[in-house]
């Protein structure tokens, strides 16, 4: 069996169109698109206009609403730092955010509590979805900002960004979405999804490594941001330092191409996460779907099976990458904190495995990937204890 990548949630391979899109600005075009006096500068600052266009058609804005930037995080990092800072001298100095959210936007609102401002971390429920009623009654006048992913890189879960988006309206909070897993894969025009500031990135839309962006939304209303990296005043004062004209073109060409293929692919792709799924619930016991069942990303399957170690399991897998939560948090032993937000014991948070199948993926690899993780389940079970027992019908808890 050839070696078979199912971790698309982590990252993406480049689409080898990105990379013609790319190469010219690898190559001899290497101006400055802060060169003002000369064709290279010029040619550059077209290259990077035109792949703001490309991403403001993506998301339904203008172009000058879209700041390009290192990648997700630091476009996290710039919302919620960026409109704390704003907004504190109006006395607002409070964020309502969820338990489940990525690293990127929990640890800057860390920051935050450490430097005096409040945040109230919302509950999900069992399948990972944040309640409006909640996000609602977080909400007081020193609310500045609400930050909820709008698809879980874990779970797969989409939240309803659109009544949060009703919310914020109402209560004159800003609404920031960490779209990383979902911007361009799915309907991305921020006027229907309702969000003030999105975060995305390239590297998981088949793009390069090392560059994003964030939509700030510049009318009604206009969202102030403070920048967070001085210098050069590039990006029109939000973000400093020479851009990054080829992982901005790639960006932009990745973004283009999901407009093309959006709809073949995810019907294509969630079929094949369909077949995975059925597969695997057909034939193994004591498995757990993790996440919501409909409102979740097309190319995304999580599971728990019970007796069985994520870790060790995937040790005995090395020719598929699959993983056992975000690739952020993979270097820890830690249970996910979102498959325990959810409610989730933890020997079961220790039993997830991540499917994320992407665009180069096909029927046989889906059924060598099933084939394979039904065996390699079998295995472990048959060293497991717990697993005997519960086999022969002997109730474990009652004998403890
Ligand atoms: C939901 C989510 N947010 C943020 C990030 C960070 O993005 P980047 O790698 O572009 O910094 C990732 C991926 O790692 C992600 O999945």
């Not at 006027?191 to 990135?201: F, Q, R, T, Y």
């Amino acid at each position: 069996m050839h070696p078979i990548y199912m971790d698309h949630h982590a990252t993406t391979p480049l689409d080898p169109r990105v990379l013609d899109a790319m190469m010219p600005y690898l190559t001899h075009e290497f101006g400055n698109a802060s060169s003002r006096t000369h064709p290279w500068g010029w040619r550059a600052e077209e290259a990077v206009d035109a792949a703001r266009q490309q991403v403001a058609a993506a998301l339904n804005c203008r172009p000058d609403e879209v700041v390009f930037t290192g990648g997700a995080t630091e476009s996290n990092n710039l919302a919620i730092k960026g409109v704390a800072a704003a907004y504190r001298d109006r006395g607002k100095n409070h964020i309502v955010t969820a338990k489940v959210e990525h690293s990127a936007v929990l640890e800057p609102c860390q920051a935050l509590e450490r430097q005096g401002f409040a945040v109230t971390y919302v509950d999900v429920d069992r399948f990972g979805v944040v309640d409006p009623d909640e996000v609602r009654a977080a909400i007081t006048d020193e609310t500045a900002l609400i930050s909820v992913i709008w698809a879980h890189n874990e779970i797969g879960t989409i939240q309803p960004l659109a009544e949060l988006g009703r919310i914020a309206d109402e209560t004159g909070a800003v609404l920031h979405t960490d779209g990383v897993q979902a911007f361009a894969k799915y309907d991305s025009d921020v006027e229907k999804l309702g969000v003030d500031l999105m975060a995305l990135s390239a590297h998981k839309i088949y793009g390069p490594k090392g560059v994003g962006a964030l939509y700030i939304r510049k009318r009604r209303p206009r969202i102030r941001i403070q920048p967070q990296i001085e210098g050069g005043g590039q990006e029109r004062k939000l973000r400093s330092g020479t851009l990054n004209v080829p992982g901005i073109v790639g960006l932009g060409k990745a973004a283009e191409l999901y407009g093309e293929c959006r709809d073949e692919e995810r019907e294509r792709v969630g079929a094949l996460r369909d077949r995975l799924r059925d597969t695997l619930l057909d034939r193994v016991g004591y498995i757990h779907l993790n996440g919501h069942p409909i409102e979740r990303l097309y190319n995304s399957l999580n599971v728990s099976f019970e007796f069985v170690e994520s870790e060790s399991l995937l040790m005995t897998l090395r020719d598929i990458a699959l993983s056992s939560g975000s690739a952020c948090t993979s270097a820890s032993l830690e249970s996910s904190s979102a498959l325990l937000a959810t409610g989730m014991d933890d020997s079961l948070a220790h039993s997830a495995v991540r499917f994320g199948l992407g665009r180069g993926n096909t029927v046989e690899e889906v059924d060598a990937v099933a084939s394979a993780v039904i065996d390699a389940v079998a295995r472990q079970r048959e060293l497991s204890p717990l697993y005997e027992m519960k086999r022969r019908g002997v109730d474990v808890m009652a004998s403890e």
